[in-house]
């Protein structure tokens, strides 16, 4: 018996990397994989069927059903055609995890529209998509389901050189928190992950390209906890955001301190207060 028997999960961007082995452990769990990849190259240009096309071939021969899908998630239409190949495949689908991405990293002031509009339409337009169809899909069954979004360091903690993708990534953190409270009312989870794992889009970054990285950062590292999350063990849970790389896994969480309310004078503050409550050891600052 698997964690995921009779459970039909699809992955988007599955055909290399962080992906590819969700589709494999979750297929060692008794998973049925739709196999979505565009096939193209890390900045999203060109496309092709063989990536997605060996991924499910390893997924058969694991013993569990696998289909491909070639879809395009940067548009309506592409999110509803993945979820068309799922359900003429199995009827059904319990398990969306929107892992497709492209890189297009500048600084800043060189970041051209030609730059930015590829890489948001990937991550934020991408993840809504697909996630559209298929939650009304798992909300209209009545019977829930899991949704599991990619954000990323970069757009929860910041990174340098990658204000289109941290734009992109804070956003999907945005969308699946408010999702994971509509979902609760049809028993739909949602659950936000910020993974670190050497692929191909990591592997020439900052600190990514150590031949001593291989092993420590390896993305099949990130499976186990997806597996947990589209599984039943999770069933009380939603809404969380969690980092998982190089064998650690961590909860993050949006915090605001308590802070300091200004009693007098109707709760105006003066700029000069301000700035007093802020210096360090400050009313303000000494909460934190």
Request: charged share 30%; proline share 4%; with cysteine.
């Given at each position: 018996m698997g964690l995921l028997d009779g459970k039909v999960v699809v992955i988007t961007g599955a055909g290399g990397g962080i992906g590819r082995e969700y589709a494999l452990a979750m297929a060692k769990e008794g998973a049925a994989i739709?196999?979505?990849?565009?096939?193209?190259?890390?900045d999203g240009t060109g496309g092709g069927s063989a990536m997605a096309d060996l991924v499910v071939d390893e997924v058969k021969g694991l013993g569990a059903e696998g289909v491909a899908n070639y879809d395009n998630v940067a548009s309506v239409e592409?999110?509803?055609g993945i979820l068309k190949t799922a359900l003429q495949a199995f009827g059904r689908v319990d398990c969306v995890i929107n892992n497709a991405g492209i890189l297009r990293d500048k600084s800043f002031?060189?970041?051209?529209e030609e730059l930015w509009d590829p890489v948001i339409a990937v991550h934020l337009k991408g993840t809504y998509c697909v996630t559209r169809p298929i939650f009304n899909h798992m909300k209209e069954s009545g019977s829930g389901g899991v949704v599991i979004n990619t954000s990323s360091t970069s757009g929860l903690n910041g990174n340098f050189g990658q204000c289109n993708y941290g734009a992109a990534?804070?956003?999907?953190?945005?969308?699946?928190?408010?999702l994971?409270?509509?979902?609760?009312?049809?028993g739909i989870r949602c659950f936000i992950l910020a993974p670190a794992a050497l692929t191909r889009l990591?592997?020439?970054?900052?600190?990514?390209?150590?031949?001593a990285m291989k092993e420590k950062m390896a993305p099949e590292l990130i499976s186990p906890l997806l597996t947990f999350l589209a599984s039943d063990l999770s069933?009380?849970?939603t809404g969380n955001t969690f980092f998982c790389g190089g064998g650690r896994i961590a909860e993050m969480k949006v915090v605001t301190t308590p802070g300091i309310t200004k009693h007098e004078e109707g709760g105006m503050w003066?700029?000069?207060?301000?700035a007093e409550a802020m210096k360090p050891g400050g009313i303000l600052m000494s909460e934190n």
């Open positions: 739709v196999v979505n990849d565009l096939g193209g190259a890390r592409g999110g509803e002031s060189n970041t051209t990534k804070a956003g999907i953190a945005g969308f699946t928190r408010c994971a409270i509509e979902g609760k009312k049809y990591t592997e020439d970054l900052p600190g990514f390209n150590a031949e069933k009380d849970m003066t700029p000069e207060e301000v």
